[in-house]
Every structure is written in structure tokens, then in C-alpha cells.
């Protein structure tokens, strides 16, 4: 299975160029014959970095801070209004299943007026087999974001083996990563803003305990792509134009590293993986079979969509 992992950024808070430049990265993507393309966290249309290094952002009714927040929402996507329908209509035409983190919206009903940090899985039909909506925003995420559910906490069938995905700190979540061991991933894909030492901890070990291939996927952004109303703290560096600096890497189930760490530069990095190997580093560790007491522990998963 040949991976093209995307370490780049989006049109920061500008779904219809982002849209456009997913669309040419998929073009560059199938003229390399991937299988898979995967994009970080927050792709549609921005991870928003900015809670983290701008000055003001937790003052209550700040102006410059709910027009960013506003501006986010107006440029999440929104399934139900078709707005990836052209992504969709381009992976059927290239047989190419897709991961791709996003900001999410739904404008009526129950949950509405709320961004969800979101993963849309798609197949190589164009359809969207798998929404998960991260089920806990982390630390100042909880400015932008809402809490998700367990309803898209499930891998998918391909005939490469099955596929999930898990969003940042959800993979310091011991019962989400138990759920999606359970689901018997061949491949996983973890999402991040940008990938730094701890993530690549966090996505190493999930390669190791659910003996399964891991692409830990990382961002790139500049500080000049930052909202313009927003000033960046003085504790940042200020000699560095870099504030997402990528750090995207491959992990074997063995714990091997099949893609070192890379940072700084924007690029496609493609991985051939072979995933029929998951299954010899099974006979030791098997975190949802013979490594596991399910006579001792019991826990059970609400999979129901909490909101429209």
C-alpha cells in the first residue's frame, strides 16, 4: 500500500482555496500511484495554532477573537451542504481513499453553531465511510471547539487491510485507543497539528500496542499565515517564521521507525507499507485477544451520534 502523507497547510481560514489545494495535491498524489493520502489535523481550513501563541485570546467578548472564531466557522466544512463533494467526485475518479482532518459545522438541528474538530475518512468509491468528531477538545481547544462522540470511533474495511484514525491527544485516551484496538486496525493514521517529540511518543506506542503501521501526520505554518487581527506573544520565538514545523513519520508495529521525523520543509512524502507483517508482531501482544482479560475488565461504548 503506497501512503502519500501531506506535510503542508492549508489556505489558512479559506475553505474554497483550501478545497483547490487538496484538489492539486490529490492530482500530484495519483500521478505517484498512492493508495492513501492522509492530511493533518484541521486541514479544512486551519488548525487553530493561534489559541496557543497570540496575546488576548482568553478575554471575554474580544472582538478580534470572536472574528477569528467567526471566520473559522464560516470556513469549516459543512457535509451535509456538499461542500466536499468535489474532493469526493476526485478520489472515485482516481480509486485513492483519503484521511483529512477538518474543522466541521453543522448549520441546523441539534449541535448547530458549534465547530467540531472532525476526521473524514473517504473511500476509493468517493464515499464518506468514516466522521469521527474528536470527543474531547484539548486545553484551549475548548475556546473553539465542542466535544464529539464515540460514533465514528471505528476502522474501515479496504482491500489493503482496515483503516482508522484517531485525533491528537485522543491517543493519550487509554480507553479510545482500547476501542480502536478492538477494531482491529491494519493501519493508523494520527493526526496532529504538528508533530513534536511527545507525539511522536504517543504515535510510536500506538504503533507498538496495537501492532499495526502508524503515520503520524504534521503540519507546516507560518507565522505570516496567522489572522492579521491577532498579535503573537512575546514569549514565542521571535527569529523563528516557522510556528507548525511538520514532523511527520512512520512507525512499524515492531516499534520500528520506517519514516524519521521530518521537520521544517513543506512536501508529499510517499511510504510504500506492507501490511501483512501486522500480523507475526501479533503472536506476542494482542491488546484485544490473548493479551487481554476480558473476564477481569468491562467497558462498553456509546456509538451514537450525540448531535445532527
Known amino acids: 500500500m503506497k501512503v502519500a502523507i501531506i506535510q503542508d497547510g492549508p489556505v489558512f481560514n479559506n475553505l474554497k482555496l483550501t478545497i483547490d489545494k487538496t484538489s492539486d495535491l490529490i492530482t500530484q498524489a495519483h500521478v505517484e500511484k498512492a493508495d492513501l493520502i492522509v492530511f493533518g489535523e484541521c486541514w479544512f481550513s486551519g488548525y487553530p495554532i493561534w489559541l496557543d501563541i497570540c496575546k488576548d485570546v482568553n478575554i471575554w467578548n474580544n472582538d478580534p477573537i470572536k472574528e477569528v472564531w467567526s471566520d473559522t466557522y464560516q470556513n469549516s466544512i459543512n457535509i451535509r451542504n456538499g461542500d466536499l463533494s468535489k474532493i469526493q467526485k476526485q478520489l472515485s475518479d482516481c480509486k485513492m481513499y483519503?484521511?483529512?482532518?477538518?474543522?466541521?459545522?453543522?448549520?441546523?438541528?441539534?449541535?448547530?453553531?458549534?465547530?467540531?474538530?472532525?476526521?473524514?475518512?473517504?473511500?476509493?468509491?468517493?464515499?464518506?465511510?468514516?466522521?469521527?468528531?474528536?470527543?474531547?477538545?484539548?486545553?484551549?481547544?475548548?475556546?473553539?471547539?465542542?466535544?464529539?462522540?464515540?460514533?465514528?470511533?471505528?476502522?474501515?474495511?479496504?482491500?489493503?487491510?482496515?483503516?482508522?484514525?484517531?485525533?491528537?491527544?485522543?491517543?493519550?485516551?487509554?480507553?479510545?485507543?482500547?476501542?480502536?484496538?478492538?477494531?482491529?486496525?491494519?493501519?493508523?493514521?494520527?493526526?496532529?497539528?504538528?508533530?513534536?517529540?511527545?507525539?511522536?511518543?504517543?504515535?510510536?506506542?500506538?504503533?507498538?500496542?496495537?501492532?499495526?503501521?502508524?503515520?503520524?501526520?504534521?503540519?507546516?505554518?507560518?507565522?505570516?499565515?496567522l489572522p492579521h487581527a491577532l498579535e503573537v506573544s512575546d514569549t514565542v520565538e521571535s527569529d523563528s517564521e516557522l510556528i507548525m514545523r511538520g514532523g511527520s513519520a512512520a512507525y512499524a508495529p515492531s516499534g520500528d521507525i520506517l519514516l524519521e521525523p521530518q521537520y521544517g520543509d513543506r512536501d508529499i512524502y510517499y511510504i510504500e507499507l506492507y501490511l501483512s507483517k501486522n500480523i507475526a508482531e501479533r503472536m506476542n501482544l494482542a491488546t484485544s485477544g490473548h493479551y487481554q482479560r476480558h473476564d477481569l475488565f468491562k467497558y462498553s461504548v456509546d456509538r451514537n451520534r450525540q448531535t445532527d
Open 98 to 225: 483519503a484521511v483529512i482532518g477538518a474543522n466541521e459545522v453543522t448549520t441546523q438541528g441539534k449541535g448547530h453553531s458549534t465547530i467540531y474538530n472532525s476526521i473524514i475518512t473517504i473511500d476509493s468509491q468517493g464515499n464518506i465511510a468514516n466522521h469521527h468528531r474528536k470527543i474531547m477538545p484539548t486545553y484551549t481547544e475548548k475556546l473553539v471547539h465542542g466535544p464529539g462522540d464515540g460514533h465514528g470511533l471505528k476502522a474501515i474495511e479496504t482491500e489493503h487491510g482496515r483503516l482508522g484514525s484517531l485525533i491528537c491527544w485522543e491517543h493519550w485516551m487509554p480507553m479510545t485507543r482500547q476501542v480502536m484496538h478492538d477494531e482491529a486496525e491494519d493501519l493508523h493514521i494520527a493526526l496532529w497539528p504538528y508533530a513534536k517529540e511527545l507525539h511522536q511518543l504517543a504515535s510510536r506506542h500506538y504503533a507498538i500496542e496495537g501492532r499495526c503501521h502508524v503515520i503520524a501526520v504534521g503540519q507546516i505554518m507560518n507565522k505570516s499565515e
